[in-house]
């Protein structure tokens, strides 16, 4: 079992920056892989961002690439998501979710956080 609780969000203007946080409690978030997912009022929820276990690789969804920088420090069982040049398509409530894979489809991130809400302001 792992709890994960995200923070960070808030409401920014538009080409703005914000860092989130995910913090994991429990003792399989060093070996399993992170992805960042965000959902917009109305629409599905959305891959944003994962990376390895061990931080060693990272891939990011094209509307977020070179804007937005996933990362994880083990040591603190915490992973991030910086995110720079905010766009308002942007605004979100984020979730931060684990999974034992790495080549990971949505249904295989094992247990979630409860979301934070950004907001991009134009």
């Known amino acids: 079992q792992a709890q994960l609780v995200e923070s960070g969000g808030g409401l920014v203007q538009a080409g703005g920056s914000l860092r989130l946080s995910c913090v994991a409690s429990?003792?399989?978030?060093?070996?399993?892989?992170m992805g960042w997912f965000r959902q917009a009022p109305g629409k599905e929820r959305e891959f944003v961002a994962a990376?390895?276990?061990?931080?060693?690789?990272?891939y990011y969804a094209d509307s977020v690439k070179g804007r937005f920088t996933i990362s994880r420090d083990n040591a603190k069982n915490t992973a991030y998501l910086q995110m720079n040049s905010l766009k308002p398509e942007d605004t979100a409530v984020y979730y931060c979710?684990?999974?034992?894979?790495?080549?990971?489809?949505?249904?295989?991130?094992?247990?979630w956080g409860q979301g934070t809400q950004v907001t991009v302001s134009s």
């Open positions: 990376i390895r276990w061990n931080g060693g690789s990272t």
């Open positions: 979710a684990v999974s034992p894979y790495w080549v990971a489809t949505t249904s295989d991130y094992r247990y």
């Open positions: 429990g003792r399989i978030f060093s070996s399993y892989a």
